[in-house]
């Protein structure tokens, strides 16, 4: 378990971003400090529309953000021209989204090779590993599926084995439970919980259910664009 002793593998600070222009500006991130320790799974809590994907997708260098500093493993990367903050992110990131991204004429075991082709794999290992993986999220039996033809909590188990196939050091999470049943979500969780028990390794999971709270090390509120607390979690009568 964490103990905060360990470096921080991301390490956010000032952090603003808004929308838009004149009257019709809001601002979304109102100065979020944050840091995400190796070796632990965060956990990122908040009302809806109180700005978790947007800090997430800050978090990953997909959005720009107007003030403030983010280190991501040691590299600044609001400080990295755009190729190298993808390059950054393809070697060292997971994501999954909120929506799935699939890509819908590509079969599961497709999908989740992707991450695998970007990082110039060959097709046929980058294949195996990614049934490997399917198997790992309960879907050995759907490798060859398009994504049409895979209920929403299998596709969102898809998106979970794409994020984790290149065994990235940082695995950012954006409901990754949201289309699942209770025994799915624990099984899920279980898994992100052993990428985040790596020492190497940290995970922060946005989420609105109380049933995987039990998961996280800390957990982080965000409210109104600010981190308001940030508590330790029990992790007495757990595995
Ligand atoms: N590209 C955008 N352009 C304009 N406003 C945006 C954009 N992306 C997000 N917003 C606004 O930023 C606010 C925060 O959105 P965000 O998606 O980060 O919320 P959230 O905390 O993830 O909510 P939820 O729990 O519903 O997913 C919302 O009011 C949203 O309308
Ligand atoms: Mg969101």
Redesign the pocket.
């Known amino acids: 378990m964490n103990d905060n002793s360990q470096p921080a593998a991301v390490r956010a600070r000032g952090i603003v971003k808004s929308?838009?222009s004149g009257d019709t500006q809001?601002t979304?991130l109102k100065g979020i400090d944050l840091d995400i320790y190796l070796g632990e799974l965060l956990l990122l809590v908040?009302?809806?529309?109180?700005?978790?994907?947007?800090?997430l997708s800050a978090i990953a260098g997909i959005l720009d953000i107007n003030e403030g500093n983010i280190d991501v493993l040691g590299v600044p990367l609001s400080a990295l021209p755009a190729n190298k903050r993808t390059r950054f992110r393809g070697q060292t990131m997971g994501f999954i989204y909120?929506q799935f991204n699939l890509l819908p004429a590509l079969t599961a075991a497709e999908n989740v090779a992707v991450p695998l082709l970007i990082q110039k794999v060959g097709r046929a290992e980058a294949l195996r590993r990614a049934r490997v993986m399917l198997n790992r999220v309960g879907l050995a039996d759907r490798t060859e599926f398009l994504p049409k033809n895979l209920s929403g909590g299998q596709q969102q188990r898809v998106a979970i084995a794409r994020a984790l196939v290149n065994e990235p050091r940082l695995l950012i999470c954006?409901?990754p439970t949201a289309a699942l049943d209770g025994p799915n979500g624990q099984k899920i969780m279980e898994l992100l919980r052993e990428v985040g028990r790596s020492p190497d390794r940290c995970v922060i999971v946005?989420t609105?259910d109380s049933r995987i709270f039990h998961f996280g090390d800390r957990m982080a509120n965000?409210t109104d664009g600010r981190i308001v607390n940030i508590e330790q979690i029990s992790q007495e009568g757990t595995a």
Not at 46 to 55: D, F, H, Y
């Open positions: 929308f838009g809001i979304v908040g009302e809806s529309g109180g700005g978790k994907t947007t800090l909120q954006d409901e946005v609105h965000l």
